[in-house]
């Protein structure tokens, strides 16, 4: 919306009936929220003058909420649900009596914080600290595809204790995102009480003035001083916070100022009392006997996301007699697929950088096309949503860090993106114990155990450069969160056993199948990644001595179809051979879908059981007995050769 198109919409606004509809809200709030005997009415009631003026002059509404050119509206403080869905409603885009009837009801979609699985919520929120950074995300996809739209980001005031809030600030003003603008519902008190005692150091203005953001103060339930801080808001070019003073439980004498309504409904006596000061008819019993007829009929919805139109390319094949790293591979797919994917008929596809963009090999893309590379600094838990967020407004995201940072630092934030229905690709080197002399800190040997508790997020562990471009190319067509993991050395091609490469031109990916690299009848060794041509120089070692085994590639080690499964169960002695924790990795996948499918697979693990010393990846492989000779003298020693 242009500026003049925007302050005629100021200028139009009918606060008296403006100031009736928050009543309305505010009737509303305490009603769904006394009826539930649960939920969060003193800040829905303080943000709701606020949250109806925004909502009413947004171009948001029922037509339009799948258009990339809407004006989106982010919700951090996710636990205002009611006043959200209150102003969802009288926009129309939600039905009035469903939500304050089901508000909290054990399978309802109306949950006690926001989901995007309602229409209109841009983003799940309900871990503090993550609205901000999602809207740096819309910002950021709304720039590369050129589209012109506002948004706006409410945010309590205590939320603002987090640090992931500083890095979504920076970010803003780095790439200048001035169609940001933050409300804060500056009401001062949190669940222990008021925010000057909780964290008496928090200046929530001087912070954002720090930062580089224009900073404005306004009576929160005065709606003229709300229109003009709006009207101020969209003249400014650099990023707005508007901070506005609010009272905890607005409109209720016995409410207001009262940290106990944070999180804690009225009684039904208090609630009558409420209305009855309000000068509203009481509707709690109409919506009792509503409630009573609520049958949970579907699983919940996910959200929609925008459709994408990918120019895969062509696959870029390492000959056998190359070596090189993985992560290099991935930089040089990506690389190829940020440029074939410039032309207006495809999605666009954006990288984020924390720091590391010569360790990961997202330089190429800096270099090459520096409008679709996000140098986020060190700030994993904000690149993290705002990747995951960029990637629900119409580009592909990949985001690049070291396993310990994108998987196990941000776990909270990759779990909120599946949560969101999210589409990120997140690429990590230094995975597993191939991480060279940095030291345990950086060994990131738990992202598969941690990642499979997500219930949508695919794992994939590529074992050579050829598979590495394959599998990037693969990820960025599929819709869906996707893990692709890979260490740190140089890596040699995978080969057929006539010395051909063994994922060439004619190799096609399925996600969840296996490869079998080796043929043998005495048994297989299963690996993925760094392991497999470790696991190819056991098969060598132990032919030598008589015994003839498979290797089995493994590239997803959370998840195996039945077809892949079937044929490792058909080995009468298997092993797993990986750089995990093996308890949560490849041998837990093993023994789970055995134990499921009443299966007896005689199976041994070699992997990691402790935190290991650093140094060269060769000898670290050796200490924790996991070299090709020691692992291959323990499967002799066991089969009894």
Same mark, same amino acid.
């Given at each position: 919306m242009d500026f003049q198109s925007f302050s005629d919409k100021i200028a139009g606004l009918d606060y008296s009936r403006l100031e009736q509809e928050a009543l309305l809200c505010r009737g509303d709030i305490l009603t769904m929220t006394t009826l539930a005997a649960s939920g969060h009415p003193g800040g829905s009631m303080s943000t709701i003058d606020v949250l109806l003026t925004v909502y009413n002059i947004a171009n948001v509404n029922r037509n339009n909420l799948h258009d990339l050119n809407r004006d989106r509206i982010f919700v951090s403080h996710g636990h205002i649900s009611p006043a959200v869905y209150s102003c969802l409603a009288k926009k129309g885009i939600l039905p009035q009596d469903e939500y304050i009837a089901y508000f909290r009801k054990a399978g309802s979609m109306y949950e006690g914080h926001i989901e995007r699985s309602i229409p209109g919520v841009e983003w799940t929120t309900g871990n503090l600290g993550q609205g901000l950074s999602a809207a740096c995300g819309a910002a950021v996809a709304g720039k590369v595809n050129g589209n012109e739209f506002d948004i706006y980001v409410f945010m309590g005031d205590g939320e603002h204790e987090k640090g992931q809030i500083t890095e979504a600030r920076r970010f803003a003003v780095k790439y200048n995102l001035s169609n940001i603008t933050v409300i804060v519902d500056y009401n001062a008190l949190q669940i222990s009480g008021d925010i000057s005692n909780v964290m008496p150091s928090m200046n929530i203005a001087e912070s954002y003035k720090s930062d580089g953001w224009e900073v404005l103060h306004i009576d929160g339930h005065n709606f003229k001083e709300i229109a003009g801080a709006l009207l101020k808001a969209k003249s400014c070019s650099r990023p707005v916070c508007i901070i506005a003073e609010t009272s905890m439980g607005s409109g209720v004498s016995f409410m207001e100022h009262k940290a106990c309504f944070h999180g804690a409904p009225l009684s039904e006596e208090q609630y009558y009392e409420a209305v009855k000061e309000l000068k509203l008819e009481p509707s709690l019993e109409k919506y009792k006997e509503m409630r009573k007829g609520f049958m949970w009929a579907a699983p919940h919805i996910k959200a929609e996301n925008p459709k994408i139109n990918i120019n895969q390319g062509s696959r870029i094949i390492y000959n056998a007699d190359v070596k090189t790293d993985n992560r290099s591979a991935f930089g040089a797919a990506l690389l190829d697929l940020v440029k074939i994917n410039k032309p207006k008929e495809y999605t666009d596809v954006v990288v984020f950088d924390c720091d590391l963009a010569g360790s990961v090999k997202t330089n190429g893309v800096e270099k090459n096309y520096p409008e679709n590379f996000f140098q986020c600094g060190i700030?994993?838990?904000?690149?993290?949503?705002?990747?995951?967020?960029?990637?629900?407004?119409?580009?592909?995201?990949?985001?690049?860090?070291?396993?310990?940072?994108?998987?196990?630092?941000?776990?909270?934030?990759?779990?909120?993106? +599946?949560?969101?229905?999210?589409?990120?690709?997140?690429?990590?080197?230094?995975?597993?114990?191939?991480?060279?002399? =940095?030291?345990?800190?950086?060994?990131?040997? =738990?992202?598969?155990?941690?990642?499979?508790?997500?219930? $949508?997020?695919?794992?994939?562990?590529?074992? $050579?450069?050829?598979?590495?471009?394959?599998?990037?190319?693969?990820?960025?067509?599929?819709?869906?969160?996707?893990?692709?993991?890979?260490?740190?050395?140089?890596?040699?091609?995978?080969?057929?056993?006539?010395?051909?490469?063994?994922?060439? +031109?004619?190799?096609?990916?399925?996600?969840?199948?296996?490869?079998?690299?080796?043929?043998?009848?005495?048994?297989?060794?299963?690996?993925?990644?760094?392991?497999?041509?470790?696991?190819?120089?056991?098969? =060598?070692?132990?032919?030598?001595?008589?015994?003839?085994?498979?290797?089995?590639?493994?590239?997803?080690?959370?998840?195996?179809?039945? +077809?892949?499964?079937?044929?490792?169960a058909g080995y009468k002695k298997i092993f797993t051979y990986e750089d995990h924790i093996s308890s949560t990795g490849l041998y837990c996948t093993i023994a789970n879908m055995a134990l499921s499918r009443k299966k007896f697979i005689d199976a041994t693990y070699f992997g990691v059981n402790e935190f290991p010393m650093s140094g060269q990846s060769d000898e670290v492989y050796d200490m924790l007995s996991l070299s090709p000779e020691k692992v291959a003298e323990k499967i002799i020693k066991e089969m009894g050769a």
């Open positions: 700030s994993e838990h904000h690149t993290a949503v705002c990747a995951g967020a960029a990637s629900v407004n119409g580009v592909i995201s990949f985001f690049a860090d070291f396993g310990m940072f994108g998987v196990d630092e941000v776990y909270n934030q990759q779990r909120l993106n +599946e949560i969101n229905s999210a589409n990120i690709k997140l690429v990590t080197t230094h995975v597993g114990i191939d991480v060279g002399e =940095d030291g345990k800190t950086h060994m990131c040997i =738990d992202y598969i155990g941690l990642l499979r508790n997500i219930f $949508d997020f695919k794992i994939i562990v590529p074992a $050579d450069p050829n598979q590495v471009d394959i599998v990037i190319r693969h990820a960025a067509k599929e819709q869906g969160n996707f893990h692709i993991a890979m260490g740190r050395s140089k890596v040699p091609v995978i080969t057929k056993e006539d010395g051909s490469v063994f994922f060439d +031109e004619n190799y096609e990916y399925i996600y969840g199948a296996i490869d079998i690299i080796r043929q043998g009848l005495d048994g297989a060794v299963l690996a993925y990644g760094s392991t497999l041509y470790r696991a190819v120089q056991v098969h =060598d070692i132990l032919k030598s001595k008589g015994l003839n085994f498979s290797v089995i590639n493994v590239s997803c080690p959370a998840y195996i179809n039945d +077809e892949a499964f079937n044929k490792i």
